[in-house]
């Protein structure tokens, strides 16, 4: 269970909000999974709803969080190429923090559960392949991955 925290990075919650009333993450592979380092997730399994979103590109949020274990945030890869692909830090991962990846939240609940993330294929998927060939691709190259069943938004009232 990961509680998002919009006082921490307003777009990145925001984002992920809108992402999980989508269900984009709904049958997503954990496809970048390094030890002592964090589990990468977040390109759709059908290449069409990956399209739609991931080049759908979202502003930075300040950094008002490090990045410590437990700690969600989005991946990017310069100034404002932050889209749908986030990750959980294994670790104390602070020195990301002056790079700009902002946590907009943190596992509140089955930590034990994301420390049994398969990290068998570390970074050998394609990213690429994935975008154009899906959870087929993923299946049949790398079938041990794990990944997110259903996400779900639960409110503090606990309704969804």
């Given at each position: 269970m990961i509680e998002v925290v919009p006082d921490w990075a307003p777009l990145g919650a925001e984002r992920f909000h809108e992402?999980?009333?989508?269900?984009f993450y709904d049958e997503c592979r954990f496809f970048r999974v390094i030890d002592g380092f964090m589990a990468q997730i977040g390109i759709n399994g059908d290449?069409?709803?990956?399209?739609k979103w991931?080049?759908?590109?979202?502003?930075?949020?300040?950094?008002?969080?490090?990045?410590?274990r437990g700690y969600v945030?989005?991946?990017?890869?310069?100034?404002?190429s932050r889209s749908t692909q986030?990750?959980?830090?294994?670790?104390?991962?602070?020195?990301?923090?002056?790079?700009?990846?902002?946590?907009f939240g943190r596992v509140v609940s089955g930590m034990d559960v994301v420390d049994q993330?398969?990290?068998e294929y570390g970074e050998r998927p394609g990213q690429r392949d994935i975008e154009t060939e899906g959870n087929a691709y993923l299946a049949r190259e790398f079938p041990n991955l794990d990944f997110i069943k259903k996400a779900s938004i639960i409110t503090e009232d606990g309704s969804q």
């Open positions: 992402l999980i009333e989508e269900g290449p069409e709803v990956h399209a991931g080049n759908n590109n979202f502003s930075d949020d300040p950094v008002k969080e490090s990045n410590k945030t989005f991946a990017t890869s310069g100034p404002n986030f990750f959980i830090n294994f670790g104390d991962n602070s020195r990301l923090d002056a790079t700009g990846f902002s946590p993330i398969t990290s």
